[in-house]
């Protein structure tokens, strides 16, 4: 059975920063990618309730020390990077300490739809790249990403297969984008992306919305649909 925390608030609290503290100190030298010591260990070392170390662990990564991976555990985190730096799905998957994966889907010419056109700058009817593709980080699916880009830009692109990663296919072609524009919202998966998601239709997700520009000039629209228990998005902002 788990301890029961009979103590008063105050006392309650002091464990908290106790626990808190003494993780810290363990985790100060260990490489980014360690695990933390487990709610188990804790619990059984101060004799404290669960929720007591879950608060403690839970304050550590709000500060960016620990970062919850979903299915995997707590682990120490990577340091800051530099605001700004953008990141691919790759990147960004690699970059957490995990193998990602891509299964495309669709990979075709299309003619631009109004909004498709809107965001690219170009005129409806214009030929677009649509590349759809299952994403997975240790074999587990995480999203599912349509990515529209500009053909005129890219001539070819699909003529020797899908590349690996976009952003890497774009940097060869010195069109590796500069800036972005983001947008995150939460929704409910339709039923087609939850069967592809291996959800229930109607369960939360993550929609992230990218308008890619390299130099002035916009070379992808991306619509992404993230399972609510494989992505965490991190922020860094300053007031400078």
Known sequence: MEPV?????????????QVREHVRGLIEAQPPGSAAPSERELVARFGVARMTVRQALDALVA???????PGRGTFVAQPPRTAGRLTSFTEEIRRRGMLPESQTLLARVEQAGPGVARALDIS???PVLHWRRLRRADQAIV???DAYLNEVLLPGFLQHGT???????????????TEVEDSISADRASADEAA??????GD??????????????IVEV????YRHDRFTVYLQLNDR
């Open 5 to 17: 925390d009979l103590v008063v608030p105050r006392q309650r609290a002091l464990k908290h920063v």
């Open 63 to 69: 500060e960016g020390l620990l970062e919850r991976i």
């Open 124 to 126: 409806p009817g214009d």
């Open 143 to 145: 999203c599912v990403e």
């Open 163 to 177: 590349p690996t990663s976009l952003y890497e296919a774009l940097a060869a072609r010195g069109l590796r984008p």
């Open 196 to 201: 592809i998601l291996d959800i229930d239709e």
């Open 204 to 217: 939360p997700v993550l929609r992230h919305a990218r308008r890619a520009v390299s130099d002035g000039r």
């Open 222 to 225: 991306s619509r992404t649909c």
